[in-house]
């Protein structure tokens, strides 16, 4: 019973998710990746997502009753029935997705409801859940483009408290525990069915959980070597593949930023590397985007806080018309420089965020925001709020001492405080008993 989803190409991410959490991946006890994923996951139980594929138009009774059945089927299901919140909480975001193509009748939304009612009375301690689900119906019941993919927010590589989150190094047992579970996921049923359209926001959380640490040469050169055992096995998504391996070998913490080339609000070109020198914070960002808004009082408090340092704000604008980010940077007062990327979709209304910046580099999820060194190395990535403002800070100190050192000949401890400065040796010079120091740089009493 394998099927063919339809593509998630235009569904985007916008800082809010579904949000079920999922416990997949190893979860600690030491299984293999994939084997605690849900079983409404692990098996097929609803008819091909490509049935539903009407181009906008409507969707007939025939194909809606095998929708309904399938859904009856696997929410009465032994499987459901051992872990309903967590087995019927995928179940019915399958059934809302397949919504999202055709144009559903008022009378088909209705028995819907009719159904949640029923399930609402036999399951009432899952209300919670249910009535969450419910509320997503109205918006999916209308014709859309496209349909997310299975895993739109299924957070299946386990507990991000189990993976370095502020820029620490990743351990190799967390790398390889990372690439069993993508592997584990991207042979999920639905998923190898249609692996290029299925897999890209598997990948992208994939690359998301890479950026929050530190990966070493040998931990790359394993995840170069699966994405080539992957490319010999998926030939025809052989371009597909080589998108994400670029987002995972050049945009991770300790790699170069690739350069960024583009003509900024006022129709000047300007480039990333112009900004060498300085530690850069890069935000993706655009007004229809509400998290996106959410910063700008932090960046606002940036450009006051560095307003002296060699630090510099830049913004990628995904706004469809150019007039709206101009309007927002003077009523925000956010003076700083920023590339106007929604010129290459004339036709887009409000949202232009697949522009060819943000293609590529892969930005899926808005804001998304990286900061920079001196250097041009990426230091974090989706740092936000007060945490942003750290990062810039921590740079900056990690700068001025480097500059330091360099000037002085000294070295810092790791295990210090900053202000204790290992001197190199100098030839012993005879100290008389006034001049006599402790080991602290006091002078005895």
Same mark, same amino acid.
């Given at each position: 019973?394998?099927?063919?989803?339809?593509?998630?190409?235009?569904?985007?991410? #916008?800082?809010?998710?579904?949000?079920? @959490?999922?416990?997949? $991946?190893?979860?600690? &006890?030491?299984?293999?990746? =994939?084997?605690? *994923?849900?079983?409404?996951?692990?098996?097929?139980?609803?008819?091909?997502?490509?049935?539903?594929?009407?181009?906008?138009?409507?969707?007939?009774?025939?194909?809606?009753?095998?929708?309904?059945?399938?859904?009856?089927?696997?929410?009465?299901?032994?499987?459901?029935?051992?872990?309903?919140?967590?087995?019927?909480?995928?179940?019915?975001?399958?059934?809302?997705?397949?919504?999202?193509?055709?144009?559903?009748?008022?009378?088909?939304?209705?028995?819907?409801?009719?159904?949640?009612?029923?399930?609402?009375?036999?399951?009432?301690?899952?209300?919670?859940?249910?009535?969450?689900?419910?509320?997503?119906?109205?918006?999916?019941?209308?014709?859309?483009?496209? #349909?997310?993919?299975?895993?739109?927010? @299924?957070?299946?590589? $386990?507990?991000?408290? &189990?993976?370095?989150?502020? =820029?620490?190094? *990743?351990?190799?047992?967390?790398?390889?525990?990372?690439?069993?579970?993508?592997?584990?996921?991207?042979?999920?049923?639905?998923?190898?069915?249609?692996?290029?359209?299925?897999?890209?926001?598997?990948?992208?959380?994939?690359?998301?959980?890479?950026?929050?640490?530190?990966?070493?040469?040998?931990?790359?050169?394993?995840?170069?070597?699966?994405?080539?055992?992957?490319?010999?096995?998926?030939?025809?998504?052989?371009?597909?593949?080589?998108?994400?391996?670029?987002?995972?070998?050049?945009?991770?913490?300790?790699?170069?930023?690739?350069?960024?080339?583009?003509?900024?609000?006022?129709?000047?070109?300007?480039?990333?590397?112009?900004?060498?020198?300085?530690? #850069?914070?890069?935000?993706?960002?655009?007004?229809?985007?509400?998290?996106?808004?959410?910063?700008?009082?932090?960046?606002?408090?940036?450009?006051?806080?560095?307003?002296?340092?060699?630090?510099?704000?830049?913004?990628?604008?995904?706004?469809?018309?150019?007039?709206?980010?101009?309007?927002?940077?003077?009523?925000?007062?956010?003076?700083?420089?920023?590339?106007?990327?929604?010129?290459?979709?004339?036709?887009?209304?409000?949202?232009?965020?697949?522009?060819?910046?943000?293609?590529?580099?892969?930005?899926?999820?808005?804001?998304?925001?990286?900061?920079?060194?001196?250097?041009?190395?990426?230091?974090?990535?989706?740092?936000?709020?007060?945490?942003?403002?750290?990062?810039?800070?921590?740079?900056?100190?990690?700068?001025?001492?480097?500059?330091?050192?360099?000037?002085?000949?000294?070295?810092?401890?790791?295990?210090?405080?900053?202000?204790?400065?290992?001197?190199?040796?100098?030839?012993?010079?005879?100290?008389?008993?006034?001049?006599?120091?402790?080991?602290?740089?006091?002078?005895?009493?």
């Amino acid at each position: 019973m394998m099927r063919q989803p339809l593509a998630l190409a235009g569904v985007g991410v #916008v800082g809010i998710g579904i949000g079920f @959490l999922l416990s997949g $991946g190893l979860g600690g &006890s030491g299984e293999a990746p =994939g084997a605690d *994923f849900p079983m409404a996951i692990q098996q097929a139980w609803f008819p091909p997502v490509s049935d539903y594929d009407t181009g906008g138009g409507p969707l007939d009774d025939e194909r809606f009753d095998g929708l309904m059945s399938a859904l009856d089927e696997a929410l009465t299901a032994k499987e459901t029935l051992a872990d309903f919140e967590r087995e019927a909480d995928i179940h019915l975001w399958s059934l809302t997705r397949r919504l999202a193509v055709p144009e559903v009748s008022q009378a088909q939304l209705e028995r819907i409801q009719s159904y949640l009612d029923d399930l609402v009375a036999r399951h009432p301690e899952h209300s919670e859940m249910i009535e969450y689900r419910r509320t997503f119906l109205p918006s999916y019941a209308t014709s859309r483009p496209s #349909v997310p993919g299975l895993t739109f927010d @299924l957070q299946l590589f $386990g507990d991000a408290d &189990s993976y370095p989150n502020r =820029g620490e190094p *990743f351990t190799d047992g967390q790398v390889d525990r990372l690439l069993g579970t993508l592997d584990a996921i991207i042979n999920l049923p639905e998923i190898a069915a249609d692996f290029e359209e299925e897999a890209a926001s598997t990948f992208w959380r994939f690359g998301g959980r890479l950026q929050r640490g530190q990966v070493s040469e040998d931990q790359g050169a394993r995840i170069s070597a699966y994405f080539d055992r992957l490319t010999e096995e998926h030939p025809g998504a052989a371009d597909f593949l080589a998108r994400q391996r670029f987002l995972v070998e050049n945009l991770t913490p300790g790699m170069v930023a690739p350069n960024i080339v583009g003509t900024d609000t006022e129709g000047v070109e300007f480039a990333l590397e112009d900004y060498r020198g300085k530690v #850069v914070a890069l935000i993706f960002s655009g007004q229809w985007c509400g998290p996106c808004r959410g910063e700008y009082p932090y960046q606002r408090a940036m450009l006051d806080i560095f307003d002296e340092d060699e630090v510099a704000l830049l913004g990628v604008n995904s706004d469809a018309r150019l007039e709206t980010i101009q309007q927002a940077k003077e009523d925000e007062g956010l003076d700083y420089r920023t590339w106007w990327d929604g010129h290459s979709q004339p036709d887009a209304e409000t949202v232009a965020a697949e522009g060819p910046i943000a293609t590529e580099w892969g930005v899926r999820g808005w804001p998304t925001i990286y900061v920079i060194d001196d250097k041009g190395v990426i230091r974090f990535v989706n740092k936000r709020g007060g945490a942003l403002i750290d990062a810039v800070d921590q740079l900056l100190s990690d700068q001025r001492m480097r500059e330091y050192q360099e000037r002085t000949g000294t070295t810092v401890s790791p295990n210090r405080p900053v202000r204790a400065l290992i001197v190199p040796a100098q030839p012993a010079q005879p100290v008389s008993e006034e001049g006599k120091q402790d080991g602290n740089g006091n002078r005895p009493d």
